[in-house]
């Protein structure tokens, strides 16, 4: 393996972030669900059911690529799509049975491979989770800033 000696900070989390696309969608090849579908169904498990919009908010994807994937979710039996009883123009999404059974089998590759850093890392892997969270947060929302700032 070829090593990159990076000082970006944002360049070594988008070489993570690229490597666990890869490793995920290798991962669900055998079910066809890819890295975003696994994201997508994962929150919603974790939220109980979600708009577009919110699913959109919680994982970063456009809403227009979510229509799509949520609209191949739903005909591979994956997720399910019903009227939100609070706005008659939104849907709620959900995950269906045959979606948390598929889910279930990629989360168990996961949690090994989760299982294995945490067995080999100086920190808790609750310590590590919460550690990338607020990372993503303050990168969020330092790049808003400079968003805002360098587009007129």
Do not use: C
């Not at 669900?28 to 939220?47: K, M, N, Y």
């Not at 979510?66 to 039996?77: F, P």
């Not at 080999?120 to 969020?140: C, F, G, N, P, T």
Request: a neutral charge; proline letters at 2%.
């Amino acid at each position: 393996m070829v090593e990159l000696h990076s000082r970006s900070l944002l360049y070594e989390i988008w070489l993570l972030s690229a490597s666990t696309q890869m490793i995920l969608d290798r991962l669900g090849a055998p079910t066809g669900v890819s890295a975003d579908e696994t994201a997508v169904l994962a929150t919603l498990r974790f939220t109980g059911g979600a708009s577009q919009k919110q699913i959109s908010e919680l994982t970063s994807m456009r809403r227009s690529t979510l229509s799509m994937m949520l609209g191949r979710l739903e005909r591979a039996g994956l997720a399910s799509r019903t009227t939100n009883p609070l706005d008659a123009r939104s849907r709620i999404f959900a995950i269906t049975a045959k979606g948390d059974q598929v889910l279930d089998i990629l989360e168990e590759s996961i949690f090994r491979i989760e299982g294995a850093y945490g067995a080999e890392a100086a920190m808790k892997w609750e310590d590590s989770v919460s550690a990338i969270r607020r990372l993503r947060e303050e990168i969020l929302r330092y790049g808003k800033a400079e968003i805002t700032r360098a587009v007129p």
